[in-house]
């Protein structure tokens, strides 16, 4: 059975301060790994897609990177707006999207 | 372009009563799926559908009828309303139905449900 684990559940970040959110996957065949940010009364939205493990992406202040068990998404210097709920996702032989539970960020000023 | 819809986007049933939560697109997106998000959990699929005419059951099917009668829209039936349904439910859709694994999904604003 496909699984996808993230942690931490929960990161409270000071404005400036990088880190990193971990989502570490077991399934057999990985097609692809998604990366979403839902605020709160939202539906979540599209972030990154990675393929194989070293590809990296990035956006703005962020960045994720793959390998073949895990998938990090890094936050280089946060800004309160990136506060959210991030989740991770995968698909593997189902062709089915598996979630995570996702982790909650929040960034004080 | 709208992207995916959902309506209502507030609902509270009492136990037994049936209704309809829908969803349209309008980016002409061949797969649309429907999610359920609780408190702790992940979001988990309910039902999926790979074109017009064509609907399999995901993770948690029990309790909700789908159909797909044409492309734009993929409704949500939950027969007989119970308080285990009581969830945030979110539509997505995305181009690819065969190559689903690398086509990004985009999802609705979500419709809330409390069931009493």
């Known amino acids: 059975e496909d699984q996808v684990t993230q942690s931490p559940e929960a990161l409270r970040l000071q404005e400036g301060e990088s880190s990193s959110l971990n989502c570490s996957y077991t399934v057999s065949g990985l097609r692809g790994l998604f990366w979403y940010r839902q605020d709160p009364g939202k539906g979540p939205e599209f972030l990154f897609t990675l393929y194989s493990a070293g590809e990296e992406k990035e956006k703005e202040r962020l960045k994720a990177t793959l390998t073949k068990k895990e998938s990090f998404l890094h936050i280089t210097a946060p800004k309160p707006e990136d506060s959210a709920t991030y989740l991770c996702?995968?698909?593997?032989?189902?062709?089915?999207?598996?979630f995570g539970k996702g982790t909650k960020l929040t960034v004080n000023p | 372009n709208a992207g995916v819809t959902q309506t209502p986007k507030f609902q509270v049933l009492k136990t037994g009563q049936s209704m309809t939560l829908q969803c349209a697109q309008d980016?002409?997106?061949?797969?649309m799926s429907w999610y359920r998000q609780d408190p702790g959990m992940g979001l988990r699929l309910i039902h999926y559908s790979v074109g017009a005419g064509i609907t399999d059951q995901g993770e948690v099917p029990n309790g909700y009828n789908v159909s797909r009668s044409t492309t734009e829209d993929f409704p949500l039936r939950l027969l007989s309303a119970a308080p285990s349904q009581t969830s945030v439910y979110f539509c997505a859709s995305s181009y690819g139905a065969g190559v689903f694994g690398t086509d990004t999904q985009y999802f609705g604003p979500g419709t809330r449900l409390t069931v009493l």
């Open positions: 980016m002409n997106h061949e797969y």
């Open positions: 996702a995968v698909v593997a032989g189902s062709e089915k999207l598996v």
